[in-house]
């Protein structure tokens, strides 16, 4: 990293504290590891190449439709967010990418962003568009739809922007971009179920044409909300049907708190995978709906499954040089917490759960498939989610330069304290643009 937002020194002298103690817990692990036939230096290495963008509308304190408590320090623009997100690399050295969200990070300097990024050691993933809110001087309304809406001008306006989310994120060296809408029907008959369909497909293939030859479009499903009757896209079936329409650059984006309760979330993984339709995700968690909680913090075994599936989809992809490469993003909201904090703790949940499944004994596990040895099965899966895999993600920080104890080293750093004197908010500013 060129240029660390926090001092380097700091954070080594932060490791030494706990050097002896990590070193024993790694050669305690290495040991239980070893009686596996598991070496415990390729699962560090492997570590080491997980990778998840961050989420710029993450880093200031989110809120819900009753309130949005402020945070300290808030960023207040993109330059700031993007320094946020570089104390999040420095620490966990796992989140070297950022995904923007147009208007809210609209830059008229894209190369002065990029520059200040690359300076905190970050790239940019997927760029997002926005057409579920108004902006201030917008010509029209998405009051009523916007790639889906029976107005054509609405329509048009839409594309537009996300035409122009594309010319943004080519200038940063983004490959991506992601599409949700939030178009859909509160009440039965406010819109022809398929005709909104119709409408939205129409749209998407005049922002597809826009695409560079190496760019995907990720449409991103969820169920309700904003719509509380029917959503365009509320399933990864109408994604998938989406995908499949628009072309091969078209690919579906699974954000875990986007479904209904208790679906089986590694299950539209598989298929996604099988079909070469899965993009990306949107990490978080979630107990009742689009809850965007920290990753792993309500139910870390789903993500677990998640990650096994994906250990699936590129074991078979590499026996037959496929391809496989799905977009990691997080996409939380901190109400409760620094947001720094929890994109720190979540992104390492998630790396967690990457080293757990490829802790999978995968071919134990096919034999008790295929023998019918269910029980086996299960432990096969269990013995791998129960290991604690803390000390090879903390090491694989430590050889990359980061933080063996993220939040105590951040903590220790003052940043908050910091930042909370350098940036005073500003009246009636929210960090997302959502009030
Ligand atoms: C919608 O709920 C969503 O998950 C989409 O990814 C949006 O871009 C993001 O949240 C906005 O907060
Ligand atoms: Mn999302
Ligand atoms: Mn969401």
Known sequence: IKNPVLDAGQVAEQNAKVQANLQADYEALGGVLSRRGVDIDKLTALAATFAVALPSWAAGTGGTRFARFAGKGEPRGVFEKMEDCGVVHQLTRVTPAVSLHFPWDKTDDASALKEVANGYGLGFDAVNSNTFQDQVGQEHTYKYGSLSAQSGAARAQAVQH??????????????????????????????????????????MKDIYGALPDDWNVFIEHKLFEPAFYATVIADWGT?????????????????????????????????????????????????????????????????????????????????????????????????????????????????????????????????????????????????????????????????????????????????????????????????????
């Open 162 to 203: 996300n035409i122009e989310c594309i010319e943004l994120g080519k200038k940063l060296g983004s490959k991506a971009l992601t599409v949700w809408v939030g178009d859909g029907a509160n009440f039965p008959g406010q819109n022809n179920l398929r005709g909104s369909l119709e409408r939205y497909l129409d749209s």
């Open 239 to 435: 994604s998938f049907a989406a995908a499949q329409q628009l072309g091969p650059k078209a690919k579906c984006l699974v954000d875990l708190g986007h479904h209904a309760p208790n679906t089986n979330i590694e299950m539209i993984v598989a298929r996604l995978a099988q079909f070469g339709k899965l993009g990306g995700f949107h990490f978080n968690d979630s107990k009742y709906g689009d809850d965007d909680l920290d990753s792993g913090s309500i139910n870390p075994f789903q993500l677990f499954l998640v990650f096994n599936e994906l250990a699936d989809a590129a074991e078979r992809a590499k026996s037959d040089n496929s391809g496989f490469n799905p977009a990691y993003m997080l996409d939380q909201s901190h109400n409760v917490t620094d947001p720094i904090e929890s994109l720190m703790s979540s992104a390492v949940e998630v790396q967690r759960a990457f080293i757990q499944a490829a802790l999978v004994d995968r071919n134990a596990l096919r034999a008790f498939q295929e023998s019918n040895d269910v029980l086996q099965a299960a432990q096969t899966l269990k013995a791998a989610y129960r290991t604690d895999v803390s000390a090879i993600l903390a090491t694989a920080r430590v050889r990359a330069g980061g933080a063996a104890d993220p939040v105590a080293a951040y903590r220790a750093s003052g940043y908050r304290e910091k930042v909370t004197v350098a940036r005073p908010p500003k009246a009636g500013a929210s960090s997302s643009g959502i009030v």
